[in-house]
């Protein structure tokens, strides 16, 4: 351990020495594509399958995935009101993808419902400047529960015109411990870091901390007008040692702090695998510690890598501590997705300490459940407490989620209390009238501001759809992808008469104008999924 700990320390002088040689007044011009340049770092690197697991370099922890159960079914007269904060993190549906690739069916814990359905672009309203959120609503007959319905809600974040993004005062924080060597990990890190090199404007400016047995700068900050000077930065990175990551955090905020600009979106972009092993290693610890850093105005974005030993559940814990999102980069084109296609919604926040709260009424709905977000619920009281941390949103974001509702009279799950539910439910039914099926709000704060907006917005009769086929396309596509998390998670409310074949009608049928291939794809994990399933279920021929 202590000669790998010298080695670094003498690797990380040689490095920030030839940073500083470089010089700092080359010119834009000086570079062509850094995406281009970045393929001087490995081969090429598959989009699909990925890259064999090489057990060489796998002496880390096991990987690990949040535990979480599906969110039962609960009786809207006992427990009318459910509460969470918005998820954008996709980082499931790379994982799961990643393990169909392989041929093996992805762990339960690994799949979260919410994160694969917000994975895709959704043709929403878009809202002017001022509403900042413009929201979304629509009811349709369950395809997978006979007599219940689904009800779809979301979100679209007003989109910053390009001219008017502010500048962007990024810190890389580079895991190159001995744990991230292998293709699928520190060079496939190196390539996404090549591709939002690409993105950046004169105006950005990036610095690069690095760890391994301990941390160290290797970059100083640098205008986004010298790729050149960044990219060979990048370049030089190499795999070894140990993983002293909670140090690595502590050095890149501490960059960020003596860096900080006002006028700028100060962000700490975290590539690793998750495997911390020296210093702070505990979720607690360091949710504590990136709590902490949350208050001084720097988001954290979390990228992982690897699979062996990723560290999902430590990942996700960090990045909703510290007003952050968590990705996971398995492929080079899941890395153009993330840090170009979506790059505006990835680094550019229009809200903080976004919540949503449904009230459901009795009169109209006698149970539900909420589909996903089993890691973000809140308590009802939280809705209202400004210091109860959120999710962020980026510009141009959709946030999508699906509950399932029994209307009074359907198939309920819950027997009714013999003694009546909560005080004043029927009264408030109602009061609420026949026609409400439920009131949506949400909360959030302008980034870095501390007064708190809140909006309404009804669910009606008027947002319901006779049948699932009459559903806007969104829906039905939603629908199809939370059917698909349910079976990965093997969701016991999910009916059994909803096998695959029927979930790829349903999203065939949803498919619309697909410019990126995205849900071409999504049709092929079906598929996968359905072959890696060990037995057939009865009933899936249906």
Known sequence: MKGRSVWLAVALTALTAGCGRSGGGADY?????????????????PAYPPYPVDPAVRAGEPARYPDA?????KRTAEQPVSTFAIDVDTASYAVVRRFLASGAKPPVDAVRVEELINYFPYDYPRPAREEVFKPFVAVAPSPWAPGKRL?????????IPRAERPPLNLVFLVDVSGSMEGQDRLPLAKKALGVLVDQLRPQDR??????????????????????????????????????AGAEGLEHAYQLARENFDEDAVNRVILMTDGDFNVGVTSEDQLEDMVADQRQ?????????????????RRMQAISQAGNGTAGYIDTLDEARKVFRDDFSSSVFPIADDVKIQVEFNPAE????????????????????????????VGAGATVTAVYEVTPPGGPVAVDPLRYGGEPGAEPEARRAGGDEIALVRYRFKRPGGTQTALRERPVTEQDAYPTLDAAPESTRWAVAVAGYGQRLRNDPNLGSGFGWNRLERLAQGARGEDPWGLRAEFLRLVRAAREAEPARRTGETA
């Open 29 to 45: 011009a000086e570079t062509a594509t850094t995406e281009a340049a970045a393929g001087e770092m490995a081969p090429a690197y």
């Open 151 to 159: 009800m779809h809600v979301a979100l679209t974040g007003y989109d």
């Open 206 to 243: 990036v610095a690069m901390v690095v760890y391994a047995g301990q941390s160290g700068e290797v970059l100083e900050p640098t205008s986004g007008r010298n790729k050149a000077k960044i990219m060979r930065a990048i370049r030089e990175l190499g795999a070894g040692g140990s993983t």
């Open 296 to 312: 001084t105005g720097i988001y954290l974005s979390v990228y992982g890598f690897g699979q062996d030993n990723y560290q999902d």
């Open 69 to 73: 159960k599906p969110n039962p079914v």
């Open 365 to 392: 709905v006698a149970e539900w459940r909420l589909l996903g977000y089993e890691t973000r619920l809140l308590a009802r009281q939280d809705f209202n407490n400004d210091r109860v941390d959120a999710g962020e």
